[in-house]
């Protein structure tokens, strides 16, 4: 039973204890960076650190005079701009809604010449008919007269 338990807490050491794992990390980092790198960061920060103060010293005062001088110029420009792309959005809203009313015009129109065309060809088709009808009934007539006087040359 106690080699059961051994082993149980052998396993459970390997599976959920990560300590000696975690040892070696710690000393290979520990190793990087202090054996490797040496003090290249802590001497880069100090760098950094310098590059900034001298940054602020000098050229904080540079930065506050041309904010001052290109800001308003930005800002009149920038309003300009606003003024002109307000402009352009009217110009193309009423050219929109004139395209839409030329449209709806020649619509129209065109729905009228359609109805015209459609009129006029009915009433060419009705004098078609109604000559047809004439010639029929002459053609008619001619040949009842016809034959009428073949009747009447036969007896």
Request: aromatic share 8%; proline share 1%; glycine share 2%.
């Amino acid at each position: 039973m106690t080699e059961l338990s051994r082993e149980i807490s052998e396993i459970w050491s390997r599976l959920f204890d990560h300590r000696p794992f975690l040892n070696g990390e710690i000393k290979f980092m520990l190793k990087e960076f202090e054996e490797k790198r040496g003090d290249r960061e802590v001497e880069n920060l100090f760098a950094i650190l310098e590059k900034l103060t001298d940054i602020k010293d000098t050229q904080l005062e540079k930065v506050e005079k041309a904010s001052k001088t290109a800001l308003p110029v930005l800002a009149e420009k920038l309003n300009q701009a606003l003024q002109l792309s307000e402009e352009i959005e009217t110009d193309y809203l009423q050219l929109q809604e004139k395209s839409k009313q030329k449209l709806a015009e020649n619509k129209e129109k065109r729905q009228k010449e359609w109805d015209q065309f459609i009129d006029d060809m009915n009433f060419k088709c009705q004098r078609i008919d109604n000559t047809f009808e004439e010639k029929e009934e002459e053609l008619r007539d001619l040949y009842a007269d016809l034959k009428h006087k073949l009747n009447i040359t036969d007896k």
